[in-house]
């Protein structure tokens, strides 16, 4: 399993903690920054992800900002990309099981480290329902003609 995972300044902490859960479980990640809690602007870690994913071959990635929204937002500009904002495991598992979700996003000044880890783990054990993939259609139909 690889994973690509970035954050801005307010989802920093949390990055960081995610990766020594990461590493515990031996999944490579590459991870694209920010690399401090310096401020920097969340649209440019939401565009840095979404290129990623889409050109190389990753399981999935991780984006985190303060509340996870910005990130989320600024991903889903990216054709092909379907960044889904997740806050339990529940809505983790849902966005893997009925949108494919290739991005998972959630909040460092929201969520704590547990709660990421269970979020995670409910991600990578779920699996695509092909009776979405309908919908799934739908979404790369908008994105070609619009």
Known sequence: MKIVITSDHGGYLLKEEIKK??????????????HSGDAVDYPDFGKKIGLEITKNNYDFGIALCGTGI?????????????????????TARLAKEHNNANIIAMGGRTTTR?????????????????RHQTRINKIKEIEENT
């Open 21 to 34: 859960y990461l590493a515990s479980k031996k999944i490579d990640y590459v991870d694209l920054g920010t």
């Open 70 to 90: 910005g990130i989320s937002i600024s991903a889903n500009k990216i054709k092909g990309v379907r960044a889904a904002l997740v806050y339990d495991e529940n």
């Open 114 to 130: 547990e709660k990421a880890i269970q979020i995670i783990d409910s991600f990578m054990e779920a699996t695509f329902e092909n």
